[in-house]
């Protein structure tokens, strides 16, 4: 099975190095802004010239936004814009004016209602001082070296990695991998190296088939496996909040930069906030080794995994909960199991974002029409059963994986969900083995369960 995978390295440079890279990601940021400027200049233009009533095709000559018109455009210009153009490779330039050309694509296509999603907005100029320093290769000499510590990159030369690179090593050796790019990016005060490889992955079986689990992700614990396994949850950024708040009182402190009055910041500023980017970057590699971690886990035993369609985004909407949802990474946990799983020969379903996995009993059926947020056991009525709410809602998402074989594709509804919750005290039909409840009464408005749930755990 051939893939698109990342091996991402970090990088120890020499301060000549450093500010080689430094010079490349900013020529890709001039590139960038230049054509950015004359795609603006040309559409005003044209603009203005038909307030004058000027027929159209009298109008200014328009401006393609291909990567190849940006290109031809940037060369007959660079040496009157960029007269040091020759110091820096031509792939520098060539990331700015790519990064324009996907970016207009996505602005016109969000637009015209051909890009699905939140509306993208008009790009914007790369600021000097916010932007991330990035620079991509794709032509050259793109290589790991023999003693697997050192990587060759076009005019940068030969880069000393901080750690050794036998994975990829190994793969390019046998003639399973082929190494597309090379990203250099400075993240955190630190520079990495990212290559984007065509891997020819070897097929493989998880550890246990048929295996079905269902995932409820959470606050108090970051998950909560059908199976009874509770996945306590380690709140970094919350763990790291005494340390990030002193580090900002003491940058505020110095002297920073003031872009109205031209003000360069002191020595002292900029040591403090690269303190404090330290301790960012900490707080984010903790959280992202924890989950690659626990996905690739549940990849490699289970045959099938069940998650919730979790509005996120919503989610981040919410004053009170916001921190606590950027900090567990809901939305990179489902990221990471849906091409974990392709990869280990098991799947990935996803439940309805309407069905109410915290509400319905995983015994018998019965949904309650509405569930409190302090109940942390849910008590059926019907049956008497008596759980603990997160491993109920995870024994439902389980069930589902039945509902899933029976329509065949498309999100998971589950026990008919039709975004109406039923009523307290009306029993579903009875689930058999292999099938799922058909019962879609109900006459109560729609109720997502997701969030109340996550307020109770923040609680």
């Excluded at 051909?114 to 932007?131: E, L, Q």
């Excluded at 009182?249 to 303190?275: E, L």
């Excluded at 690739?296 to 981040?316: F, K």
């Amino acid at each position: 099975m051939k893939t698109i995978q990342a091996y991402r390295y970090a990088l120890d440079l020499t301060p000549r190095q450093e500010r080689a890279a430094l010079a490349h990601a900013g020529a890709a940021r001039v590139a960038h802004n230049w054509a950015l400027a004359r795609v603006k200049a040309v559409m005003e233009q044209r603009a203005a010239e038909r307030t004058y009533g000027i027929p159209d095709n009298q109008l200014t000559e328009s401006m393609s936004w291909t990567l190849a018109a940006l290109r031809r455009a940037w060369n007959e210009a660079k040496a009157e814009v960029a007269p040091w153009w020759a110091e820096c490779s031509k792939e520098a330039y060539n990331t700015g004016l790519d990064a324009l050309a996907r970016a207009l694509k996505n602005w016109n296509d969000s637009r015209t209602g051909k890009r699905k999603g939140r509306p993208v907005g008009f790009p914007r100029f790369k600021s000097r001082r916010r932007t991330t320093p990035s620079v991509r290769f794709t032509t050259g000499t793109i290589r790991v070296e023999p003693d697997r510590r050192h990587v060759v990159l076009p005019r940068l030369g030969r880069l000393k990695l901080h750690e050794s690179a036998r994975k990829l090593a190994r793969r390019i050796e046998a003639g399973t991998a082929r190494i597309m790019s090379a990203t250099v990016r400075r993240d955190g005060r630190r520079w990495y190296v990212s290559f984007t490889v065509e891997v020819d992955r070897a097929e493989r079986k998880p550890a246990r088939p048929d295996s079905v689990v269902g995932v409820d992700v959470g606050i108090k614990h970051l998950a909560v496996l059908s199976t009874g396994e509770l996945v306590a949850n380690p709140r970094h950024l919350q763990a790291a909040q005494a340390r990030l708040r002193t580090l900002g009182r003491a940058m505020a402190r110095k002297v920073g930069p003031d872009r109205r009055t031209g003000r360069r910041p002191s020595n002292r500023w900029q040591r403090a906030s690269a303190r404090l980017g330290r301790a960012h970057a900490r707080v984010a590699n903790l959280r992202r080794d924890g989950l690659h971690k626990l996905t690739t886990r549940l990849a490699r035993e289970h045959g099938t995994i069940v998650v919730e369609d979790l509005n996120v985004t919503g989610m981040l909407r919410n004053r009170s909960l916001a921190r606590h949802v950027a900090d567990a990474g809901f939305a990179e946990i489902r990221r990471q199991l849906a091409y974990k799983t392709e990869w280990n020969g098991g799947r990935l379903l996803a439940a309805d974002r309407w069905y109410p996995s915290s509400k319905t009993c995983s015994g018998c059926g019965t949904a309650k029409a509405k569930l409190a947020l302090f109940e942390r056991e849910y008590h059926c009525e019907a049956c008497g059963l008596v759980m603990d709410r997160d491993r109920n809602a995870a024994a439902n998402l389980a069930a589902l994986a039945a509902g899933f074989d029976t329509a065949g594709s498309g999100p998971v509804a589950g026990r008919g969900a039709d975004r109406k919750t039923r009523v307290r005290g009306q029993v579903a039909a009875k689930r058999q083995p292999g099938t799922a409840s058909a019962d879609k009464t109900g006459t109560v408005p729609p109720q997502d369960g997701t969030l109340d749930r996550m307020l109770a755990r923040a609680s």
